[in-house]
């Protein structure tokens, strides 16, 4: 349901350039482990590149690594061994006030929305450009963009506890975009949802990735995984088992 075409996607197309994130937004782990105390090892020696523009499924048990590699991607988490990359700098170098810049070019999508009760729609998308600093007209001009775009601009005014579960989670992704990130990550976006608003999401998905956002999926879903004949990483206890260009979701 990408209907605006007023909205630009890519982060570059103000003719700007990113200081920070270099030329290629290419995302890269090298040997990377994370170990959260002596005997549990999170992951263990992941090493793995994902080019601009890609839609890359993670899959996996609970508890195989999925979420670590969103935390060290996004420096929540620091790798006990091995470097990250996003683009030309080192993740696990920046230091913390650096950390807030990174992530304002790498939108995130989460399972249970984490959506402001208190703001309408428009607020919530306007929050997120409030706290980057954006100028008020600036504002004005492109939370209409954005939420036309996912389909809720006739609802701006509503709540999240006025929306449906897919209206929600369409709300996160606007906010995810409006920043205009190299990298969305959606980690279960669809977890809450019934499989008809699933569906919608990931069609929403797939066709903000065909402008060229580049799309980082965690998800167990097998059906979903299945379907989309995309790339797909397996991981199983901390490791990448599998590694598939038109990949499925088969775990052993």
């Keep these: 349901m990408v209907r605006g075409a007023r909205f630009c996607i890519q982060s570059g197309c103000d003719g700007k350039n990113l200081a920070l994130l270099g030329k290629t937004g290419m995302i890269a782990f090298q040997s990377v482990s994370k170990i959260y105390n002596s005997h549990s090892a ?8 994902v080019n601009p523009g890609e839609f890359v499924s ?8 999925k979420s ?5 991607l996004i420096g929540e988490e620091r790798p006990t061994r091995g470097r990250i990359f996003f683009g030309d700098y080192e993740v696990n170098k920046l230091t ?8 304002r070019h790498i939108g995130i999508v989460f399972q249970d929305f984490r959506l402001l009760a208190a703001k309408n729609a428009y607020e919530n998308v306007a929050f997120a450009l409030e706290v980057g600093g954006r100028r ?3 504002i004005n001009e492109l939370v209409p963009q954005v939420l036309d775009m996912v389909g809720l601009r006739d609802k701006m005014t509503n709540f999240p506890h006025e929306l449906s579960g897919g209206e929600k989670q369409r709300l996160a992704i606007a906010r995810a975009m409006v920043h205009r990130p190299e990298v969305i990550i959606a980690d279960e976006p669809t977890g809450n949802l019934d499989p008809f608003h699933s569906w919608e999401i990931i069609n929403l998905l797939q066709k903000i990735n065909q402008l060229g956002t580049t799309f980082i999926l965690a998800t167990h879903e097998k059906d979903i995984v299945n379907i989309l004949d995309k790339r797909v990483v397996t991981l199983d206890k901390g490791r990448v088992i599998r590694d598939e260009e038109k990949g499925k979701y088969i775990l052993v």
């Design 58 to 65: 993670f899959v996996g048990r609970s508890g195989a690594g």
């Design 96 to 103: 913390d006030k650096e950390l807030p810049t990174l992530r």
């Design 42 to 49: 999170a992951l263990e020696d992941v090493s793995f590149k």
């Design 136 to 138: 008020e007209g600036e």
């Design 68 to 72: 670590t590699i969103i935390k060290l």
